[in-house]
């Protein structure tokens, strides 16, 4: 294709994606032509006359093909942004959802109250994925929090360092690879402040997830058993071990789970406060539990 400008490929862009049925499409096709320019946002604005040479139409063309296959942008252009921060994402980790950083929010504003600023305390991200709650506490946290990231998978856990490294917090954030509570467990190592965002779709609900979540992201990160609940059983069984004397505990939860969270944090005994935090919709989606 010859003499098209970055105008006129927004709009044969914007229009390929909304025939095939995509949603935001006019966001998703800027999005691809810049990701394919490597144009920021200022760059495109003030770039709508230029003209494309053929092979930088192909690659946006080709992004766009990827997209309406179903594959997740965020994948395709290997980036998410989470709190302001861009953080790596592949198909070894799921992609971060925004109303997991209103649970980064609720902890960091609870262990302000909680604890002085400069307190020495030790976190754990159980099922780090790609790392974004525990770099992103890292980040914004107090300057002399330790976080241990765990996960299963060493491919995430790879993506997760990667990400701590980007971000200049790699001498604030360890990584231990294993099966939720284990690496802490086998350490013996206790922790002020515990935050995770499990697996929480029933088993039998991934089928009638969206193509790009159910085809693309992995399954060990979208399957949370028969019920949805089975990680939240595991890690409140194993959470009197793990936990220090006053204690932050934060979890990211389905539609519908949080009261049932809740109060298996409420049976153990362990905490003088629980509650929920909505998200912008008004979900309960975050369970927090003060000891």
Not at 6 to 17: D, I, Y
Request: aromatic share 8%; hydrophobic share 45%; net charge negative.
């Amino acid at each position: 294709m010859k003499g098209i400008t970055v105008r006129e490929a927004l709009q044969k862009a914007s229009r390929f994606l909304r025939e095939k049925g995509i949603e935001d499409a006019a966001f998703l096709a800027e999005y691809a032509i810049r990701h394919a320019l490597g144009w920021d946002r200022t760059r495109f604005i003030s770039g709508m006359s230029y003209t494309l040479t053929e092979e930088e139409w192909a690659a946006i063309e080709a992004i766009l093909l990827r997209r309406t296959a179903g594959e997740p942008m965020q994948y395709i252009v290997g980036e998410q942004e989470f709190y302001g921060l861009a953080f790596e994402v592949n198909p070894s980790v799921l992609i971060p959802r925004p109303e997991t950083e209103l649970l980064v929010e609720e902890i960091v504003k609870q262990a302000f109250k909680l604890w002085p600023a400069d307190a020495a305390l030790f976190a754990a991200d159980i099922g780090t994925g790609s790392g974004v709650i525990a770099v992103t506490l890292a980040v914004i946290g107090g300057a002399n929090w330790r976080i241990t990231a765990t996960d299963i998978a060493e491919e995430s856990l790879a993506t997760a360092s990667r990400n701590a490294k980007r971000h200049h917090v790699e001498n604030k954030v360890s990584f231990a690879q294993g099966d939720l509570l284990a690496p802490l467990l086998n350490a013996g190592q206790r922790v002020d402040i515990l935050v995770s965002n499990p697996p929480y779709i029933p088993s039998a609900d991934i089928i009638d997830l969206d193509v790009q979540v159910k085809d693309h992201e992995p399954r060990r990160a979208l399957d949370g058993g028969e019920d949805g609940l089975d990680f939240y059983r595991r890690i409140i069984e194993g959470l009197d071990s793990v936990l220090t004397r006053r204690a932050l505990v934060g979890f990211e939860v389905g539609i519908h789970q949080a009261d049932t969270v809740r109060c298996w944090l409420m049976e153990t005994g362990l905490f003088l406060e629980t509650y929920i935090v909505r998200d912008l919709a008004g979900i309960g989606r975050h369970v927090i539990a003060i000891r």
